[in-house]
Structure formats: C-alpha cells, structure tokens
C-alpha cells in the first residue's frame, strides 16, 4: 500500500472539512450571511447561508459597492420576509427561484455534507499516480487563486 500514510492524512482532512459545513449549518438558523460581488458592469453574484441552506445566485446590479458583506441575527431576516412576502427555500430539498431579474439556487446543508464526505473519501482511494511536479503545480494555482480572492476582497 504506497502512499497509505498520505491517504489516511487527506481522508482526516476531508472529514475536519465537513465538520466545519455542519457548523456553518447550524450557524445558519442563527445568522443569515450574504457576500455580495460584481462580476460585470450590469450584473452580481451573491451567495448566502440562511436557514439551513446555502444559496448562489445572480441578478442585476443596482448600486456601486465593489463587495458587500451582510451579516444579520436570523430572526430579523425572518421579521423582514414575513412582511415582504418573499418566498424562502425549502431546508429540507432547497430549490431555485428568479428574482429581480435573476436566478437563485439553494441546496439544504444536509445534501451538501452528504455528497461531500461520499466524495472526498472516496477520491483519496482512487490508485491515482502524480509527482512531486504536479503537487507544486497544484499548490501554486491554489495559492494564486487564495491571492486573487483576498486581492478582490480587499478591493
């Protein structure tokens, strides 16, 4: 069994990953969080975790902020929806739905964690054969991609 140590290691990895989705699920029912980006002159992008699921989506942009951050107790966006009449994602199947001239898509956390623990521990079982020049290369595209995220967040 070659490379048994570094599978056992990326399965431990993997697992501390999911755990940390099933905390930021529970933190769900109480904080609702949406990151708010432009990607063009007209358009967003925004993803958010609020009542037990994580939500991507993206409509027309009507202000000016390069990047916006929300972050508010869930019983005042419970409050806000109530008087609005804004439909909500199922926690249990999430959906898709269209607003302001976009679309937004759900998925529960539940699903989300399921699939990943399936795939992450089942990747690293693969007889997969790489060098020591891929994993650099890898790393390096990984850290140029985490640098150009704290690049636009900062923006």
Same mark, same amino acid.
């Given at each position: 069994?070659?490379?048994?140590? &570094?599978?056992? *290691?990326?399965?431990?990895?993997?697992?501390?990953?999911?755990?940390? =989705?099933? *905390?930021? +699920?529970?933190?769900?029912? +109480?904080?609702?969080?949406?990151?708010?980006?432009?990607?063009?002159?007209?358009?967003?992008?925004?993803?958010?975790?609020?009542?037990?699921?994580?939500?991507?989506?993206?409509?027309?942009?009507?202000?000016?902020?390069?990047?916006?951050?929300?972050?508010?107790?869930?019983?005042?966006?419970?409050?806000?929806?109530?008087?609005?009449?804004?439909?909500?994602?199922?926690? &249990?199947?999430?959906?898709?739905?269209?607003?302001?001239?976009? =679309?937004?898509?759900?998925?529960?956390? +539940?699903?989300?964690?399921?699939?990943?623990?399936?795939?992450?521990?089942?990747?690293?079982?693969?007889?997969?054969?790489?060098?020591?020049?891929? =994993? =650099?290369?890898?790393?390096?595209?990984?850290?140029?991609?985490?640098?150009? *995220?704290?690049?636009?967040?900062?923006?």
């Amino acid at each position: 069994m070659k490379y048994r140590k &570094l599978r056992i *290691a990326f399965s431990a990895v993997c697992g501390i990953l999911c755990l940390l =989705l099933v *905390a930021l +699920w529970v933190r769900s029912y +109480w904080w609702m969080e949406t990151a708010t980006m432009p990607i063009s002159t007209n358009r967003i992008i925004s993803i958010g975790s609020f009542a037990g699921t994580l939500g991507v989506g993206t409509g027309t942009r009507n202000d000016k902020v390069p990047l916006n951050v929300v972050r508010r107790p869930a019983d005042e966006q419970w409050d806000l929806i109530r008087r609005t009449n804004f439909p909500i994602p199922s926690p &249990l199947w999430g959906g898709a739905r269209t607003f302001r001239g976009g =679309l937004a898509i759900s998925l529960p956390y +539940w699903l989300l964690v399921a699939v990943l623990t399936v795939a992450t521990a089942s990747i690293s079982w693969l007889p997969w054969r790489f060098s020591l020049r891929t =994993l =650099l290369i890898a790393t390096t595209v990984v850290a140029v991609g985490l640098g150009v *995220a704290i690049y636009a967040a900062g923006n």
